[in-house]
């Protein structure tokens, strides 16, 4: 993969770890994170039996942004909204 390509899907994974972030607030527990990954990867693993390129990209990358959230933030109680 080229440069341009890991930053464009660097910024895929920012713009879509933000935009959770605003729409939904900081993970409020561990359990919280949980749930919500576990969703992201079921909807993965529908979308590769489905063998729908697109969704598995889509859904990868939301993967990804929970992930990195967590990673980042962890469960933040009074962590601040974007």
């Given at each position: 993969m080229s440069d341009d390509g890991r930053s464009a899907v660097s910024t895929?994974?920012?713009?879509?770890?933000?935009?959770?972030?605003?729409?939904?607030?900081?993970?409020?527990?561990?359990?919280?994170?949980?749930?919500?990954?576990?969703?992201?990867?079921?909807?993965?693993?529908?979308?590769?039996?489905?063998?729908h390129d697109d969704d598995i990209r889509t859904e990868a990358l939301q993967v990804a942004a929970v992930a990195y959230r967590l990673s980042r933030d962890g469960w933040k109680r009074n962590a601040p909204r974007a």
């Open positions: 895929r994974l920012f713009d879509e770890a933000h935009a959770s972030l605003v729409k939904w607030g900081p993970y409020r527990s561990p359990h919280e994170a949980y749930g919500v990954l576990a969703e992201e990867m079921a909807e993965l693993l529908d979308a590769m039996h489905r063998n």
